[in-house]
């Protein structure tokens, strides 16, 4: 519960870099408190919220030792161009030409939609779809806040390990990606990595 300091770039309108502090509210809210220092001269301090996505590594745990899954239709969850904008990402960035589609999933440590197509669905899945398919899933979140939420000011994505399971081309792709929908929906993220070609790529920026 000790509160860290970070720059969060591009949360105001204005585009200033402010330091912040946030602290984690718990499990159950999902949320991190925000203390901005104003410029002025009295020192005043503004607490706003902001929408937090966090991605652990939970997120790799194979599904062959899930104790408890559930996959089903996305009827009624995504509409057609939220789905059509969640394929078009996901063949970007792992350069795929088949036809995309998505079921939702859901199990004690994930909970997102999934990859199917004419060859395989959900189950078929290798581990590099499923971290993809999580990490599209919350920009979705991110787009459907910015669209449906007139108080939305931006939000925070913090992926753990981000390079994980996914091979170097598609770890440059996702770099890009990621900049684009980080831009478009005001999120700052932020992740860890070991990648060498992530570094390489976020070093030439």
């Known amino acids: 519960n000790q509160p860290v300091t970070l720059t969060i770039w591009r949360v105001f309108d204005n585009d200033e870099t402010k330091v912040v502090s946030f602290r984690y509210l718990g499990e159950l809210n ?12 009295d020192g005043k301090k503004i607490k706003m919220y902001l929408p937090v996505i966090y991605l652990g590594l939970r997120r790799l745990f194979p599904i ?11 009827r009624g969850s995504l509409t ?17 030409q088949t036809d995309i589609k998505f079921q939702k999933y859901k199990s004690s440590n ?5 990859l199917i197509n004419k060859t395989y669905d959900s189950y078929g ?14 920009f979705l979140l991110f787009k459907r806040l910015k669209e ?3 108080q939305y000011r931006g939000g925070i994505f913090l992926i753990d390990e981000l390079d994980v399971t996914l091979y170097p ?3 440059i792709t996702l770099m890009h990606v990621m ?4 831009k478009e929906f005001s999120v700052q993220v932020i992740f860890t990595t070991h990648s060498t070609e992530i570094i390489h790529t976020l070093n030439q920026q």
Do not use: H, M, P
Request: net charge negative; charged share 30%.
């Open 179 to 182: 900049q684009d929908l980080a």
């Open 110 to 114: 994930k909970n997102f939609i999934s």
């Open 30 to 41: 999902r949320l991190f408190r925000i203390d901005v220092k104003d410029s002025g001269k």
């Open 125 to 138: 899945n290798s581990a590099g779809q499923d971290n993809l398919s999580q990490i599209i899933t919350s």
């Open 64 to 74: 062959s030792q899930e104790e408890s899954i559930k996959i089903s239709s996305l």
């Open 148 to 150: 449906t939420n007139d």
């Open 80 to 96: 057609e161009e939220e789905e059509e904008w969640a394929g078009l990402l996901y063949g970007k960035i792992l350069a795929c």
């Open 169 to 171: 081309g598609a770890q």
